[in-house]
């Protein structure tokens, strides 16, 4: 009886044991091949990929009666390159996938992540995303200016506790970060509010009413 894929269960045992002996030779060649990509998990995916080529090719080469051991650096190698150029194990990379690397490399394009969450201060992305229908323009337009200037007239420690609290941080979680207990990060947030609107709102002889 034959396995479903189309190879005997000898063939199996013994492309196993080729497979096998083979499999350092294209973990080597992919180092090589794949050394430019600095995403470890697209590393990983190219790999996986191309040892299952080499599987294949194994398995087609030990029901043809050939001698595996014969060319172990040309099929680790071709494996490697075939994966790297969108070769898939059942099928291709199509070109027509935005995420595809070989459609940006074929297309003349590429495809990166948004920045991390950021401060008002940081992020180029902020002003872009945002669709504030509430606020007045003249409004936004002050905040935007004036909230850099009262950021930078913290202290250090508390423009980091404020960064953290704005886009999101949770007291716990900001208490664990800063290694201070979560009752002074009450507290910051309380003399943050606090500092904030006296930046707001001034005491009326600064502006020699």
Known sequence: MRPTNGFSPQTHVVAQREFLALLPRVQRHAKVVFRDIRRTHRKEELLAEAIALAWCWVLRLVERNKDVSAFPSAIASFACRAARSGRRLYGQESIRDVLSPVAQRRRGFVVNSLPAPSTLTGNIYDEALQDNMQTPPDEQAIFRLDFPVWLASLSERKRRVAEDLMVGETTR?????????????????????????????????????
């Open 173 to 209: 979680a900001a208490s664990r970060k800063h290694n201070i207990s979560a009752g002074r990060i009450s507290q910051l947030r309380r003399e943050l509010h606090a500092s904030w609107e006296r930046f707001c709102d001034p005491p009326c002889e600064d502006f020699a009413c």
